[in-house]
């Protein structure tokens, strides 16, 4: 597999339609008079909703790049890939840690209002995981590393909690980032430990699918003191979707050089039709479809919708050779990072600031057009700074 080591635009693709689907939905969340199909379903609810198939697919291609970035790595850093592999998920896990504790944060009672204290956060993380170039002298990188961990220290020490029983930071839930470090740990080391073998995915795949379905059949309920806490990190629904990448990815590859790639439209299009079918079948026994809960039948539909969507990206993109169509939003496919950061920054500006949207954007259609420029702002906003070689790396 080594010798398959370039960048599969295919992936880029999906991840910027991706990233730019979950900076709308995110914005759109809360403006009245639109679409419910956009968002997310009720936490009781049994439905499905465009914003709640976004973080699937975005672990999905987590998984989708795991090979082809370890393919890359191994031609001259193999033995690095297992410290690597810990680095980066820790990172994940760390920002998602303090992204979770924003939303507990005691305004009342704390020093700094919540937007200048959202705001610092996320300067630190800058400075922090800015990906400094090579021309940087190590004193300018060590500084400015530094002064992010300094503020970072400042804000943990000003930092109180509006949760009962919790002065200070805690853990509330892992937050997304950390949902994808994790997922990303356990998944990574299986394919590495596993040597990409292709029976391996698939049964890491099926053993989380099978571990989801059984959690909400009652039949893990002797692991529930500590499962928040274990290895598995919930209930296996995350690291379902990573793995549901790696295989496709692995797949791909090895048809790719048996010259069978039209095989990997069919397998993906026949394990989708499985994966509804069985989704359908246990809604009616684990709860229904529903992000907020985790339950097998949005983990085994959603999987489904993630492997068409891919399969009509290797056709657009890889096979007719397209990619340019989605270069008005390539930056969130390449400086993913970093456009997830910057509404973290926005959002605590415009709480500071006096300024308002018309009147027009703040509902319906009007609400609507306003998510949607601001997702491509932001967008816009991460191309510009990776072109002045401001870009996050972890």
């Excluded at 999905?60 to 410290?83: C, N, Q, T, W």
Aim: charged share 15%; with cysteine.
């Amino acid at each position: 597999m080594s010798n398959l080591i370039n960048r599969i635009r295919s992936i880029d693709a999906f991840r910027a339609v991706t990233m730019f689907l979950m900076i709308f939905v995110n914005d759109l969340d809360g403006v009245p008079n639109t679409p419910e199909w956009l968002k997310h379903a009720a936490v009781d609810a049994d439905g499905l909703g465009l914003a709640d198939t976004i973080f699937p697919a975005f672990l999905f291609i987590v998984g989708l790049a795991i090979p082809y970035a370890f393919a890359h790595r191994s031609k001259k850093e193999d033995a690095k890939i297992p410290m690597r592999i810990i680095t980066r998920s820790f990172a994940l896990i760390f920002i998602g840690f303090f992204h979770a504790n924003m939303e507990t944060y005691d305004e009342l009672n704390a020093i700094l209002p919540r937007p200048v204290w959202d705001s610092l956060a996320t300067f630190s993380f800058f400075f922090i995981f800015l990906d400094y170039s090579t021309t940087t002298s190590k004193l300018k990188r060590y500084l400015c590393q530094g002064f992010g961990v300094a503020l970072l220290i400042t804000v943990c020490a000003v930092y109180k909690s509006s949760d009962p029983g919790h002065a200070w930071l805690h853990l509330t839930w892992w937050g997304i980032l950390g949902l994808i470090g994790w997922s990303y740990l356990i998944c990574a080391f299986i394919y590495h430990y596993s040597d990409g073998a292709l029976w391996v995915q698939v049964a890491a795949w099926l053993f989380f699918m099978f571990f989801n379905i059984d959690y909400h059949f009652g039949l893990l309920n002797f692991l529930a003191p500590v499962q928040r806490y274990v290895w598995i990190s919930g209930n296996g629904a995350m690291q379902a979707f990573t793995m549901a990448g790696i295989f496709v990815s692995v797949l791909y590859i090895r048809l790719t050089q048996n010259g069978e790639l039209k095989m990997l439209w069919v397998a993906m299009f026949l394990i989708a039709i499985i994966l509804f079918n069985l989704g359908f079948i246990v809604r009616y026994f684990s709860g229904g479809i529903s992000k907020m809960r985790d339950t097998p039948s949005w983990v085994l539909i959603c999987t489904g919708i993630s492997l068409i969507v891919y399969a009509v990206f290797v056709f657009v993109v890889d096979t007719c050779k397209k990619y340019h169509w989605f270069k008005v939003i390539e930056p969130a496919g390449t400086n993913t990072f970093t456009c997830y950061l910057l509404p973290y920054l926005f959002y605590p500006m415009y709480q500071m600031s006096n300024f308002n949207y018309p009147q027009y954007f703040d509902q319906g259609t009007g609400g609507l057009i306003r998510s949607l420029l601001f997702a491509l702002v932001i967008v816009w906003l991460s191309g510009l700074l990776q072109r002045i070689n401001i870009k996050l790396k972890i």
